[in-house]
């Protein structure tokens, strides 16, 4: 009985001991899987903020380019074209409304003591970026200061990720950060202080002119941008887009400066009967040729010169028959500018002579002869 008595006190001892152990790895793990996580959600809130600088990048990318004082953007809302804070792009739509500043690791990265300065000095003593998870902050490549130059961006860290209640750098957390983020982030590795470094990019620590960022900082690169390599015409684009082929619009066009032709300018024509017009300015092709403008609702010729002749009899009917014989004076009855006993719109009917019709067999008629002049 003794002997089974401690053989079961024994097995107690073991489970008891197992159970511990048990507790203790399935509370580590549940530890490590809390740090993976909240590093992937910081991964996804500055993939986030990647997106709206993305976003800032393609809407101002004229003015971002040939911007040389920090107030380029100050119209739309920017103190610092290089430096917009997340407030400023939230207030300009690129990121949405209620965007949370410090990001899921805030409670955490508050804790952690060093912080990153923000991207810009010339705010103040407490700007809103240094209240906020991440900064932002373009540049352009060393020497270069043409509006070619590549235009980078980057979004990083206010704080260094560090391990949980130490002052180190939490390489595990890191590391999940950056597998979250696709290739597209980087950071300050302590052996490399000197170096902002990521699987796209490996710039020197930082990039731009100011305090190098801390050793644990993470960092998104938004991307790149040239005048010469951007692919869409935009929205207010200033560039010339320098068309290669035909261009079809369906609807007026609108020039606020001069329009110049290479080639030919083709007009359509306006209808001989019409004479009111309804766009002020407008200029058009009379069908058997001569220009005309709309000038206070009517058409008026601007070539001048002569543009036809007609007779009438003397009861003003339009005798519409064939042209005779040049040489006989009473053969001329329609203007072949108009089809009919009429004037071109523009121009204006002026007497010439009066005569018979002896010997065309209607009788003796008296026909009026009348010069069309624009």
């Known amino acids: 009985m003794h002997k089974q008595q401690g053989f079961a006190l024994l097995e107690l001892l073991v489970a008891t001991l197992v159970a511990t152990l048990l507790a203790i790895w399935g509370a580590a793990r549940l530890a490590d899987a809390a740090h993976e996580s909240g590093a992937q959600a910081s991964a996804a809130w500055m993939m986030s903020v990647r997106d709206g600088v993305a976003a800032y990048l393609d809407r101002y990318a004229d003015t971002l ?15 610092d074209w290089a430096a917009p804070t997340l407030g400023e792009l939230e207030s300009d739509g690129l990121l949405s409304r209620g965007f949370p500043k410090m990001g899921p690791m805030a409670v955490r990265s508050s804790l952690a003591g060093p912080v990153n300065g923000a991207a810009t000095a010339s705010r103040g003593a407490m700007p809103a970026s240094g209240r906020e ?23 990083y860290s206010r704080h260094p ?76 684009d200033t560039r010339d887009p320098e068309f290669q082929g035909s261009i079809s619009v369906k609807g007026p066009v609108t020039a606020s400066s001069d329009v110049k032709v290479g080639g030919y300018l083709h007009l359509r024509s306006v209808p001989p009967t019409l004479v009111t017009c309804a766009s002020e300015g407008a200029i058009a092709l009379r069908e058997r040729g001569g220009l005309v403008l709309c000038r206070n609702r009517q058409w008026r010729s601007l070539t001048g010169g002569v543009a036809g002749a007609f007779s009438v009899d003397g009861s003003h009917w339009c005798h519409v028959r064939g042209a005779g014989h040049p040489d006989r004076p009473n053969s001329y009855y329609v203007n072949p500018h108009t089809g009919n006993c009429t004037c071109p719109p523009g121009t204006t009917a002026f007497f010439m002579s009066e005569g018979s019709t002896e010997g065309e067999g209607d009788g003796n008629r008296r026909i009026r002869r009348y010069l069309c002049l624009g």
């Not at 305090?211 to 690169?221: I, K």
């Open 65 to 79: 380019h040939s911007a040389t004082q920090p107030d380029a953007l100050a119209n739309v809302g920017y103190a």
């Open 133 to 155: 998870g991440a900064h932002v902050r373009l540049f352009k490549n060393p020497g270069c200061t043409g509006e070619a130059c590549r235009l980078h961006a980057v979004v």
């Open 161 to 236: 990720m560090l391990a949980p209640n130490s002052r180190q750098v939490d390489s595990r957390g890191i590391a999940q950060w950056l597998l979250s983020t696709q290739g597209m982030g980087g950071w300050v590795n302590p052996a490399r202080p000197r170096q902002l470094a990521g699987a796209s990019f490996d710039w020197v620590n930082p990039p731009w002119r100011g305090p190098a960022l801390l050793p644990g900082t993470v960092a998104l690169a938004v991307g790149t941008a040239s005048v010469s390599g951007a692919k869409f015409v935009r929205m207010r």
